[in-house]
Structure formats: C-alpha cells, structure tokens
C-alpha cells in the first residue's frame, strides 16, 4: 500500500506560468517532507523541505505547503523555466530517517 | 566535486552473476543509505548505516543482498545469484545527522544494473 501518492504522472505547463505539483499521504504520524527533482541519468536532487509544525515554505522560486489535515502538500514553481522539466518526487520522512517516496511527476515547461 | 559518488554508473550482467556496488559519501557525512528504484517508481529504502553499523534493513533486501560500511566511509552493496528482477537504479544517499530535526538526504547518481 503506497503511503506516498503523486496522483498525477505529468503535467505541462507553459512558460513563466505556474506550476502545482500535488502529493497526498496516508500515515499521519509523518511530519517531515521534501521535494527532490529528478533528471535522467542523475540522482535526485534536493529541492525545499517543510516540518510539519509549518503549513509553508519559501526558497525562491520554490514554495511548498502542507495541509496535515487533508494530509496533502503541494510545490508551487514561480515562474517556471524550461529548466525546471524534470521529474519531481515527494518524499516523508518515516521512522529512522529513511524516506517513503512517491512515484513522481513528471513537468514539462513549454518555451 | 564533494557530492555523493558511485561506481560504476552502469551495469550489465548475467543472470546467476554476482555484482558489487561502491558508493562514496560526502565527506564527514556519518549516515548512509541504500535505495532501489524501478522504471516507473520513486526510490525505495533498502539500508541504512550510521557510521559503521548498519541500523536497518527493508524486508525488500532478500538473504542475497549484502551491504557494507567497513570503516564509516564508503560503502558497498553486493547482489549475488543475481535475477533479472534485480535490474533497476541502485541510488546512495548520505546526510549529517543533526542533534535536533531531521537531516537531509543528497543522492549520487546511481548505478543502473541491467541483469539479462
């Protein structure tokens, strides 16, 4: 049973717009996450985290919130750049530090 | 480059052949971990090590898996009778643990094994 779930496999967005990326979990006792970009060939890259003890979180152009009650966080990119198409991961910090991930979305940001 | 390697970035090997795998943490880094990801998939845990001890193992690391961290440096994960199921990224992580918080995970580049 997947406790991590990025229900959407791609989304595709146009320049200088916005891009929403959504993650939905299940365990309630998470209370850390965090956002990693993927491209191919490469590890994943660490992108922005959030306690669960914060509903947001700011890093430039990267924003990420967390709502505990409907156990749903969301990146927002602003503006995205072509150079944000790559595949993002969700992640949760389960109980000895590992990380329980999603299956990922894929972006594309149209120029 | 001070990140997280690994040797070798790919792999091809028979079916039956046994494998090993090398990955170099950040330096002074005391954590770290193993996973497996699968076309498709986000990565999946596989071990962890604080150091030199190997503080958890998934039930996903089958008796044929084997994982190393001899000195709390670098360390190894052997496949051995390797299977076709075995075939998939082999990614490392290494993070800092912190006295309070949690402490973040930077990836290598991963080893993609192809078992034929």
């Known amino acids: 049973d997947q406790q991590v779930k990025q229900n959407s496999p791609s989304l595709s967005v146009q320049e200088g717009r916005i891009s929403i990326l959504n993650c939905d979990y299940t365990n309630s006792m998470f209370d850390y996450f965090l956002w990693y970009k993927k491209y191919p060939a490469e590890g994943p890259t660490f992108l922005i985290s959030?306690?669960?003890?914060?509903d947001k979180n700011e890093d430039g152009r990267f924003t990420v919130f967390l709502n505990k009650s409907a156990k749903h966080l969301s990146l927002h990119i602003v503006p995205s750049q072509p150079g944000d198409s790559a595949v993002y991961f969700c992640a949760a910090v389960e109980y000895g530090n590992k990380l329980v991930f999603g299956a990922g979305t894929i972006l594309r940001v149209k120029s | 480059d001070t990140g997280v390697s690994q040797d070798p970035r790919h792999k091809i090997t028979k079916r039956g052949q046994n494998v090993t795998f090398r990955c170099d943490p950040i330096s002074e880094h005391n954590r770290l971990y193993w996973y497996r990801q699968t076309l498709g998939q986000g990565p999946e845990f596989l071990t962890y090590?604080?150091?030199?001890?190997?503080?958890?193992k998934s039930r996903l690391l089958s008796d044929r898996f084997s994982a190393e961290r001899p000195k709390g440096s670098f360390s190894t994960l052997e496949i051995q009778r390797t299977e076709q199921g075995d075939s998939a990224m082999y990614l490392c992580a290494s993070s800092h643990s912190r006295l309070a918080g949690t402490d973040t995970q930077y990836f290598g580049p991963g080893t993609r094994l192809t078992v034929l």
């Open positions: 959030i306690s669960s003890i914060k």
């Open positions: 090590f604080q150091n030199e001890a190997q503080l958890e």
